[in-house]
């Protein structure tokens, strides 16, 4: 569009024009809203291949992160309040304000009720005004959001808050260090930390290219039972729910730890890393086993999507209600 007009209109006229488009700029901002509702709902995202929501508006709309923290917190915040609809719409409550709120509602025990009476009074506010407003009626520490930001190639600028007893605990490991690491920087002492945790918790999680061993696939059936390796080596012909450590090891290793979905719609592969697990491609249910031709690794959004097409949203609520959040649906 040729904006050149913009030059002859008068000052008055410039200025009304502006008005409008902030006024069409709310709109549409709450009509994307509307959308992003829906699009979490139907979980589209994670038929487009990602894990969460987050990374598929930041990557497919071409949002930075913070203006994609930004939505779809406001988006989560309407769905549960509707009413701030028209406050947005008038500009009364912008973006940044809806998403400062939100963080507070996280931190902060508040009942419904009330939460509608603290956005009331941080209407027509600036930010500033709308952080001093939350931090008087707050009773818990402001904790600053996580951010990392990509300094060069070899080095990554991590930001956030901790708590104090932490700060205390980590001042006191540096003291126990000092004499191995004289100059001991908090990125060497998380370095020292990151390698003990994958000692202890990365073990079955490591990429190897070597075949798990025979007797990594041993098990106990019951406290006095164990089964010999004649049993072992026909492990594969019975059907079990039950995933032997060597299986688990031999299909991470396959899958190099990472999500194994593929978009349908986008041929985009997930990839995730996070909330990985082991998912029955047959279902035990419907006669598949626990080998490794019959299992993949899916992060939790992707295998939570495998079992809706495979039993329903209705099954997969009835099981979250009854066991928890933190299930495999295989």
């Given at each position: ?119 009331e009074t941080i209407k027509c506010k600036s930010t500033r005004e709308v952080k001093r407003k939350l931090a008087d009626l707050g009773t818990q ?190």
């Open positions: 569009m040729d904006y050149k007009f913009l030059k002859i209109i008068s000052s008055q006229e410039l200025l009304m024009r502006a008005k409008d488009v902030v006024k069409r700029e709310a709109k549409l901002t709450l009509e994307f809203l509307y959308h992003l509702r829906k699009i979490e709902r139907r979980r589209l995202h994670v038929e487009m291949g990602y894990s969460s929501l987050f990374s598929f508006v930041e990557k497919e709309y071409k949002y930075s992160s913070g203006s994609t923290y930004r939505r779809v917190e406001a988006m989560r915040l309407l769905k549960e309040i509707p009413e701030i609809e028209t406050d947005i719409l008038s500009g009364d409550l912008n973006l940044t304000s809806l998403c400062e709120v939100s963080k507070f509602f996280k931190t902060e025990s508040i009942k419904p009720v009330e939460r509608k009476k603290i956005i520490p402001e904790r600053s959001i996580e951010r990392e930001r990509i300094l060069s190639k070899t080095c990554t600028e991590l930001t956030f808050s901790i708590s104090n007893d932490l700060m205390e605990k980590l001042n006191l490991l540096r003291a126990f260090m000092s004499h191995k690491h004289p100059r001991l920087t908090y990125e060497i002492l998380l370095q020292e930390l990151a390698d003990i945790a994958l000692q202890r918790y990365g073990k079955g999680h490591r990429v190897s290219t070597s075949p798990p061993k025979l007797s990594q696939v041993a098990r106990k059936t019951n406290e006095n039972e164990t089964l010999g390796k004649p049993e072992i080596e026909n492990y594969c012909r019975r059907r079990s729910r039950y995933i032997p450590a060597g299986i688990k090891r031999s299909v991470w290793t396959r899958d190099q730890g990472k999500c194994t979905f593929v978009s349908r719609l986008s041929k985009q592969k997930c990839g995730s890393t996070h909330f990985i697990e082991f998912d029955h491609i047959l279902p035990f249910s419907h006669g598949g086993d626990s080998t490794p031709g019959n299992l993949t690794l899916r992060c939790r959004a992707h295998n939570q999507l495998a079992a809706i097409k495979m039993f329903g949203e209705s099954k997969l609520e009835e099981f979250t209600n009854l066991i928890g959040n933190h299930v495999e649906f295989t």
